[in-house]
């Protein structure tokens, strides 16, 4: 729990200046985000932009914009990262990547595929190691029956990202979709030696070596034993259970 803004200003005195405001709202904004308390942290956030002044702070605007995501107000949270990345911030600034992506993020949600490319490509140009805009650009690109640049973004994203297991996960994904089980089980494996630990890599290639066609793959025990151990890491997980 957090003790509400307005106590820690008011019980210690703290005078109410920009850069106090701004401080309590970074420590706040995300405890209420983690909460799945949406509305308190647009609450908050209005409150201090009326007497603090702090509207035109990058991370404050897009913990805004990610509570009205939460709340499924994409067309105020697209506003909002729309103001921050074409009027407050300047050409340059360290924010701006993470203001792309997160308006990618937003397009995409809003259902407005072009631009959530266009802001997540913009954003890979600023900065080709935030692993997010690639996964999701993926998924967009599956969407619109673009498979061929599905792949290619993730095989870019590889490239900058070699060890990031959301994109290992999902280019597995994609080239079992185009029918290659050998290339999936191949990124798996190399994810699985990166990530020891992680039940969706357990599950995907316990998949694989159960069910491929490829006799070269099938593996039944070594199927068993990961389907296995992926339940006891995830039992809450359904998915995981049919697979076993």
């Excluded at 050409?91 to 203001?99: F, L, N, S, V, Y």
Aim: glycine share 6%; aromatic share 8%; proline share 6%.
């Amino acid at each position: 729990w957090a003790l509400p803004i307005w106590f820690v200003i008011f019980f210690f005195n703290v005078t109410p200046t920009t850069g106090i405001y701004t401080l309590s709202l970074h420590d706040a904004l995300p405890i209420y985000l983690d909460r799945n308390e949406p509305e308190q942290a647009i609450s908050e956030m209005k409150y201090y932009v009326s007497i603090a002044g702090v509207h035109s702070d990058p991370r404050a605007i897009m913990l805004l914009a990610e509570g009205h995501t939460r709340l499924g107000n994409h067309k105020r949270a697209i506003e909002l990262l729309e103001w921050l990345a074409g009027t407050i911030l300047k050409p340059g600034a360290r924010e701006m990547p993470k203001a792309l992506e997160n308006l990618g993020v937003s397009y995409m949600y809003a259902g407005q595929s072009r631009k959530a490319i266009d802001a997540f490509n913009r954003s890979l140009e600023l900065n080709p190691r935030a692993p997010r805009p690639y996964v999701e650009l993926s998924a967009i690109y599956i969407k619109l029956q673009e498979n061929g640049r599905a792949t290619r973004i993730l095989e870019r994203g590889r490239g900058h990202l070699p060890d990031d297991l959301g994109i290992l996960i999902a280019l597995g994904i994609i080239y079992q979709r185009q029918g290659s089980d050998v290339k999936a089980a191949r990124v798996w494996e190399e994810a699985a030696a990166l990530h020891p630990q992680s039940a969706s890599i357990m599950n995907n290639l316990a998949w694989v070596y159960a069910t491929s066609a490829d006799p070269t793959l099938r593996k039944p025990r070594k199927a068993l034993e990961l389907a296995s151990k992926a339940v006891s890491r995830r039992p809450d997980n359904t998915g995981y259970l049919n697979t076993l």
